[in-house]
């Protein structure tokens, strides 16, 4: 989320800008859902030949193209249209700065359109599609994890200690972004990965297209019941416990704390409240996510994390900030 996103609004154009910011996003979103502006990869088009390479009604992709023409996204000249730099850059897949994650970001406006509901109900209200659609999404909920963990992991390895890590537990490892900056900070740092296990062949391939998977395990299962053994000198909890409960962390914490060497550390990752709740922006906004999204998801305050962390023996428990939105909480054991 940018900075501008985070300001406070103060002044009624910007009341207005943020109203009527969903039919911007909606345009860009269903643009990239319908392979648009891969289609155009490399040339120019007419609305009514893009709209049998995508499946599109011909009239209503014009109108659309013409849309992402206002927003700057598409060029047209002579009734054809072509993309311009940045779409070309970040909107076409297989390109190197391809926002993949676009995906999950798309799969996100069907939770949030009911968001009414869920602050009447105290929890989520979005009703899933049965069958297959939550693996269908998972490769898109993964790459768009991906891409905001690989520019802040290496930022946030420098802020551990890692003198006396020799073996590190990744719980709910997703890609290994961080895990693999873990590996890379430290060569003699040996990484388990542990995940469900439809996701951990998602992660194998992450892991093995940054060529470390000489230096990583890979354990399947559900971190609500653990079964990562014992024995890991740091434990990583990288954007976790917003996904859980009160009691559910409790317990988590618990069982991470459990399995370190004396000495070890547990490391929490994710949005840290201050006591008003209204700081970092984005986890106050993030917090609004997890309603939508889970039964019982949050994001919890510095104090909350760290009377968990003392009721599973950790001592030493500092915070520390990062240059982005997350904050990094660590205990020891002793």
């Known amino acids: 989320m940018s900075n501008q996103e985070n300001e406070p609004i103060t002044t009624a154009a910007q009341l207005r800008a943020a109203v009527y910011g969903f039919r911007r996003s909606r345009i860009i979103l269903t643009a990239f859902e319908l392979g648009l502006f891969t289609g155009l990869a490399g040339r120019w088009l007419s609305s009514e030949k893009l709209a049998k390479m995508i499946d599109a009604d011909a009239r209503a992709l014009d109108r659309l193209l013409n849309a992402l023409c206002a927003l700057g996204l598409v060029r047209k000249s002579g009734g054809q249209f072509a993309n311009t730099k940045i779409s070309r850059s970040l909107l076409v897949?297989?390109?190197?700065?391809?926002?993949?994650?676009?995906?999950?970001?798309?799969?996100?406006?069907?939770?949030?359109?009911?968001?009414?509901?869920?602050?009447?109900?105290?929890?989520?209200?979005?009703?899933?599609?049965?069958?297959?659609?939550?693996?269908?999404?998972?490769?898109?909920?993964?790459?768009?994890?991906?891409?905001?963990?690989?520019?802040?992991?290496?930022?946030?390895?420098?802020?551990?200690?890692?003198?006396?890590v020799s073996r590190c537990l990744d719980i709910g490892s997703g890609s290994g972004a961080y895990a693999m900056a873990l590996a890379r900070a430290k060569n003699s740092i040996r990484i388990a990965a542990f995940d469900l296990p439809e996701v951990l062949p998602l992660t194998?391939?992450?892991?093995?297209?940054?060529?470390?998977?000489?230096?990583?395990?890979?354990?399947?299962?559900?971190?609500?019941?653990?079964?990562?053994?014992?024995?890991?000198?740091?434990?990583?909890?990288?954007?976790?416990?917003?996904?859980?409960?009160?009691?559910?962390?409790?317990?988590?914490?618990?069982?991470?704390?459990?399995?370190?060497?004396?000495?070890?550390?547990?490391?929490?990752?994710?949005?840290?409240?201050?006591?008003?709740?209204?700081?970092?922006?984005?986890?106050?906004?993030?917090?609004?996510?997890?309603?939508?999204?889970?039964?019982?998801?949050?994001?919890?305050?510095?104090?909350?994390?760290?009377?968990?962390?003392?009721e599973a023996g950790l001592k030493k428990i500092v915070q520390r900030t990062t240059p982005f939105d997350a904050s990094l909480l660590i205990g020891r054991k002793p």
């Open 93 to 164: 897949a297989g390109e190197p700065q391809f926002l993949a994650g676009l995906t999950h970001t798309d799969n996100q406006w069907q939770s949030w359109h009911t968001l009414s509901a869920a602050v009447r109900r105290g929890t989520s209200a979005y009703k899933r599609d049965s069958g297959s659609a939550g693996s269908d999404r998972l490769p898109g909920f993964i790459a768009a994890m991906h891409e905001r963990a690989t520019p802040q992991a290496p930022v946030m390895v420098k802020l551990l200690d890692l003198s006396k």
């Open 204 to 310: 194998r391939k992450y892991v093995a297209r940054a060529g470390l998977l000489s230096r990583f395990d890979f354990i399947a299962g559900d971190f609500h019941h653990g079964g990562w053994g014992k024995g890991y000198d740091l434990v990583l909890l990288s954007a976790i416990v917003h996904m859980n409960s009160p009691r559910e962390n409790r317990r988590l914490i618990a069982r991470a704390a459990k399995s370190l060497n004396p000495c070890g550390q547990l490391v929490i990752q994710d949005f840290i409240m201050d006591p008003d709740r209204t700081r970092p922006a984005a986890g106050a906004f993030f917090a609004l996510n997890m309603l939508v999204a889970t039964k019982a998801g949050d994001t919890f305050s510095a104090r909350e994390l760290g009377g968990w962390m003392r």
